[in-house]
């Protein structure tokens, strides 16, 4: 039995989406991705491999998976196995699961870095990213805190993350408001695949993410709230058009989600600073600076109820909390 090792990761909220696999064997992407590691949501994760085992056992929020509803880790494992030994993996997730909070992110950066520790192996923070990507491409940003970007790259080795500014010195936030936290129906990964092989405006999203890494860069240096946000708001939606643009269509919006976006136009137009952002599921999340927390909160409580509105703030990179 190795001893066990102990990993929290944070989730991330992309600015400039990831929508889209270059490789899925390798688990490259079409484009590069810019995020913000969130303090609010995480996951942690104990692995230990036991050579008295027969089989993996994954733990999910003290629910024990079935051997299919686990093959994603299993096959994640398989990467880093000590003499083909199996593992006692115990997770558990401080966000709500598949509702569009990039559970995944949190979940395969801190299983990246439990799994490698309990398998003896001392990685540096970009080859624990590039671990990362093989479960989840999201999760490759989630290894660094604050802001940080995940160059596309060209192979394995060139596919990784790096932090752009991990202090965030900088007051701004996050208000994630929870519409629906049930399981999507689309994963992201049929989501993005089915993007990528119907929608015909695919290829103008890859220049789409190139303009606005280019511009989101220096916004982001500058503290150019404003700008950065006109950014993220209009790379998120022009995401969404690539599903709703799918054959066959889809979305992740609901009712609410627009909703939402009305609502933050409305204080964007009674000069409240404030844009939103979704991924693959109806939640939406708004980055504002800290100064008008109160009356974005209080908007957000009076439509959806106070429990349904979270505030978060830049969050930090892998953390052991222990390890062999
Ligand atoms: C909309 O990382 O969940 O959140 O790589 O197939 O596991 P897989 O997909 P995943 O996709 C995240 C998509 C997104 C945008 C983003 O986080 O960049």
Request: net charge negative; with cysteine; charged share 15%.
């Amino acid at each position: 039995m190795t001893p066990a090792a102990t990993a929290r990761a944070h989730t991330n909220i992309a600015l400039v989406k990831y929508w889209g696999k270059a490789d899925t064997t390798q688990m490259l992407p079409q484009t590069s991705s810019l995020s913000l590691t969130l303090d609010q949501f995480y996951t942690d994760t104990t692995v230990q491999f036991d050579s008295a085992l027969t089989a993996d056992e994954v733990t999910l929020n003290d629910d024990r998976l079935s051997p299919q509803a686990s093959g994603k880790v299993q096959r994640f494992l398989d990467l880093v196995r000590p003499d083909g030994q199996f593992a006692r993996v115990q997770s558990t997730n401080h966000v709500p699961t598949a509702a569009g909070l990039a559970s995944s992110a949190s979940a395969f950066a801190a299983l990246a870095g439990a799994a490698s520790r309990a398998a003896g192996l001392d990685l540096t923070r970009t080859e624990l990213s590039r671990l990362a990507r093989h479960g989840s491409g999201s999760a490759t940003r989630s290894i660094f805190g604050g802001f940080a970007e995940w160059t596309a790259g060209t192979d394995d080795q060139s596919s990784v993350a790096h932090p752009i500014d991990e202090t965030v010195d900088w007051p701004i936030a996050v208000v994630a408001l929870v519409l629906n936290a049930h399981q999507k129906k689309v994963s992201s990964r049929q989501g993005m695949q089915s993007s990528v092989d119907t929608s015909p405006f695919y290829p103008a999203w890859k220049d789409v993410v190139a303009h606005d890494l280019a511009a989101i860069r220096p916004a982001i240096a500058t503290h150019d709230f404003q700008q950065m946000g006109e950014i993220l708001e209009s790379n998120a939606m022009r995401m969404h058009a690539l599903t709703l643009s799918a054959n066959p269509p889809f979305t992740y919006f609901n009712g609410d989600s627009l909703v939402a976006m009305q609502a933050v136009q409305d204080l964007r137009d009674a000069g409240t600073a404030c844009y939103y952002t979704l991924d693959a599921g109806p939640n939406v999340k708004l980055f504002c600076q800290t100064k008008d927390l109160p009356k974005i909160t209080q908007t957000m409580a009076d439509l959806f109820g106070s429990e349904h509105v979270i505030v978060a703030h830049p969050g930090p990179g892998i953390q052991f909390l222990s390890s062999p």
